[in-house]
């Protein structure tokens, strides 16, 4: 069965420091997106993105954060500068269209400690 | 604006025995809801979704869910429970009808299986 691929599972940065999460959604899927679950919390979402563009973002997503599709297969989340409440677990996830109500799948997660 | 309540952060049950778990949900038009489960390790995996067919919905794995409009509930049931369901469960909504596919989730509920 078809599903979401993260890299990497897990990642340890230094306070300040640049991180890139790596996603491959399912093939066909034309919709992706970025949640976030801090330890504890709520999955939180962050953004989503059609044809190359962000069509939603929530306040969480800030401008340390930015998406992008670099080439046809993998979709990032990069974070410029690293805050300590930056350490969540990081879901990327896919859907075939942008309809409510159509299914998201998500992947595995990166889990991201900021020290 | 849609909100998700989970009542119970953490369920025990018995191998054989009944598996309830409650949401509850407030939004302002009818709502998409689904339920995610998460295996230790594994990302969110879709159980089953609600989008105004049927109000009782069947699910993986003998899960199912019933659509509650007069109580604002979507609770998960499964009849006998297996040690293979131990893992996290989290309820979700989307708005019916709008623009964009983003998931409000519920604080999720841990279950435990005791043999």
């Known amino acids: 069965e078809p599903e979401v691929t993260q890299t990497p599972s897990h990642q340890v940065t230094q306070m300040g420091q640049e991180v890139i999460l790596r996603c491959v959604p399912i093939s066909n899927h034309l919709y992706f997106y970025w949640y976030r679950q801090i330890l504890g919390q709520k999955v939180e979402f962050l953004v989503s993105f059609y044809n190359n563009e962000i069509s939603e973002k929530s306040e969480i997503f800030d401008d340390q954060f930015s998406v992008e599709r670099p080439d046809g297969s993998n979709f990032t989340l990069k974070i410029r500068s690293t805050k300590l409440e930056d350490s969540a677990m990081y879901f990327c996830?896919?859907?075939?269209?942008?309809?409510?109500?159509?299914?998201?799948?998500f992947g595995e997660g990166s889990w991201l400690t900021v020290v | 604006a849609q909100s998700v309540t989970q009542l119970g952060s953490h369920v025990s049950v018995s191998e054989g025995a009944l598996v309830l778990l409650r949401c509850n949900y407030s939004s302002s038009v009818p709502p998409y809801l689904f339920w995610y489960v998460q295996y230790p390790n594994q990302g969110l995996q879709l159980l089953l979704k609600?989008?105004?067919?049927?109000?009782l919905v069947k699910g993986i794995n003998g899960f199912e869910a019933e659509f509650k409009k007069s109580e604002t509930s979507f609770h998960l049931t499964k009849p006998s429970a297996h040690m293979s369901d131990a893992a996290e469960y989290f309820c979700a909504v989307t708005p019916e009808g709008a623009a964009g596919n983003k998931l409000t989730f519920g604080g999720g509920t841990r279950v435990l299986v005791k043999p």
């Open positions: 996830a896919s859907s075939e269209s942008g309809l409510s109500g159509n299914t998201i799948y």
């Open positions: 609600y989008t105004s067919a049927a109000t």
